[in-house]
């Protein structure tokens, strides 16, 4: 069964909401399809959702990822031809990128065996009362203002599990990574930043399933109006996305990301009462 119109924006609009608020996009997605009636989004559907959000990181990360390559191109250059002194915070910003990517890419490699997970709605609830706990626990610990510079390898690490952990349906990778940091005494705004940039990484993981999945089921028939459909829809999911990371660094340099934490208990309980019912 395919999604109409008005379902299918909704499903854009809301996906690149949750795709950046701590929430878990996969849990929300579910749950609409649930409530839609359809079991699953075509594979193309679901690469341009991606797509969409992929592109609102790169382009709020774009300034941060120029100062990174330029670093790294400068520190090619020997010492005395450098004209300008070499970016050091930049260098071990991509130094930290790399580490969390660790654990990312093994997450993705997991990733079909947790898909099987969406399904249960039980499941589903569990895991998002498991990430309003992970968000809400930081407010009580003291606040500090590490950066790449003074961060651990070991401590990069535990951020990159955050994000591998998100192949679970409820658990948030933004969230999760920005609650580790916080845990490991990272500034909020600076691990928001990481959490950001590897998000996105996550997202060009998911493409790749995403691509597999049109070349092993076959292109769908399309027309006209299915393709200006999700065309728009990504549009939307594009829109949103860059909309809440706006909203997401003036929250979490205010208030962090307890709110959500609560948003998610309520979730979760409304999900396990559906579950009871349906």
């Known amino acids: 069964m395919d999604l109409n ?30 409530f839609f009636g359809v079991g699953s989004v075509t594979s193309l559907l679901a690469l341009m959702l991606h797509l969409s959000v992929f592109a609102a990181l790169y382009l709020s990360n774009q300034v941060q990822f120029t100062k990174m390559n330029r670093a790294r191109a400068l520190a090619r250059v020997p010492k005395k031809k450098r ?14 990128v790399k ?18 997970l969406q399904t249960n709605l039980l499941t589903i609830a569990l895991f998002l009362f498991l990430n309003g706990v992970i968000l809400y626990v930081p407010q009580f610990l ?44 990272v500034e909020r705004v600076y691990s928001l930043n990481m959490a ?15 691509v597999l999945g049109i070349i092993s089921g076959g292109m ?7 393709i200006a459909q ?5 549009l939307l999911s594009f829109g949103a996305a860059m909309g809440s990371i706006r909203v997401m660094r003036r929250l979490t340099a205010n208030h962090g990301c ?10 979760a309980l409304f999900i396990f009462i559906l579950n009871l019912v349906v």
């Open 220 to 226: 769908e028939t399309l027309s006209f109006a299915i």
């Open 230 to 234: 999700y065309l728009v829809t990504a």
């Open 196 to 210: 950001l940039i590897i998000k996105m990484f996550m997202m060009a993981g998911l493409m790749v399933y995403d």
């Open 5 to 34: 119109w008005l379902q299918s924006l909704l499903l854009g609009f809301v996906s690149g909401l949750a795709d950046i608020f701590p929430v878990s996009a996969q849990a929300h997605r579910m749950l609409l399809l649930k």
């Open 258 to 267: 307890a709110l959500f934490g609560v948003y998610c208990w309520g979730l």
């Open 142 to 185: 003291p606040s500090s203002n590490k950066d790449s510079r003074t961060l651990s390898r070991l401590e990069g690490l535990a951020m990159g599990c955050g994000c591998a952990a998100s192949i679970l349906p409820g658990i948030s990778t933004i969230g999760t990574v920005v609650s580790i940091g916080s845990v490991c005494g």
């Open 99 to 116: 580490t969390m990517l660790v654990p990312t890419i093994i997450g993705l490699f997991l990733y079909q065996y947790a898909k099987n």
């Open 83 to 96: 004209k300008r002194p070499l970016d050091i915070r930049s260098m071990m910003d991509w130094s930290l």
